[in-house]
């Protein structure tokens, strides 16, 4: 099953931009990757998928080399409200399950 | 346009006691799931469902049973609760096809055993 491996934790300041990687050595070939946001009390949401290179949307940027065994978010210039954690997920594949790990929590700081 | 509701928000049960947790989704997908989320152990599939009358058995699926009778909803029951079943449960709705489509989820559900 594809894995991914994500910081714990990281720590910004309003206005900054913030790169969290996610490693999946193991991703199949066909796996894409996707990012939710979880705000605490609620359910995750999705922000950004991709399967190669770079996909952008207006919440953030997923930037993917060609060998596909990691990926990076980025979040421009972060606010307070973006305080919150971030999974990494990529499609397992013929098991048919998404893989949820810890995610990384961010927190966000005046 | 609800998307995906949860009832009830929270509950507490007594060992032993059943109860069902109802999800609804008004976006006409055909695939839902059941997720439980617990600190340290990130979200779990508990069962799953590919369309109206089917249903999946997912990572944790043990003490928990499920239905799918209309499209739109999704029930998920525990006979028996037990206190290793305090948890918040999630449900979550896609709209068909491979597993990587968006899943989006309802706003939670927190269940305490004592």
């Known amino acids: 099953l594809a894995k991914t491996t994500q910081p714990i934790s990281m720590d910004s300041y309003e206005g900054q931009e913030v790169n969290i990687t996610c490693s999946h050595n193991n991703i199949a070939t066909n796996d894409y990757i996707t990012w939710y946001q979880q705000f605490p009390s609620q359910g995750p949401r999705f922000i950004i998928q991709g399967y190669k290179t770079k996909v952008t949307n207006e919440v953030a940027s997923l930037f993917i080399p060609a060998d596909r065994k990691s990926s990076t978010l980025s979040l421009p210039r972060v606010s307070l409200s973006d305080t919150a954690v971030y999974y990494c997920l990529v499609d397992a594949g013929n098991n048919r399950k998404l893989i949820w790990g810890l995610g990384t929590s961010l927190a966000v700081n005046p | 346009n609800a998307g995906v509701t949860q009832t009830p928000k929270f509950r507490v049960l007594k060992t032993g006691q059943s109860m069902t947790l109802l999800c609804a989704q008004d976006?006409?997908?055909?695939?839902m799931y059941w997720y439980r989320q617990d600190p340290g152990m990130g979200l779990r599939l508990i069962h799953y469902s590919v369309g109206e009358g089917t249903t999946a058995k997912g990572e944790v699926p043990d003490g928990y049973n499920v239905s799918r009778l209309k499209k739109q909803n999704f029930l998920l029951g525990l006979e028996s609760a037990a206190p290793s079943q305090t948890s918040v449960y999630f449900c979550a709705s896609s709209h068909q096809g491979a597993w990587q489509e968006t899943q989006y989820f309802g706003p939670g559900t927190r269940l305490l055993v004592l």
């Open positions: 976006m006409n997908h055909e695939y």
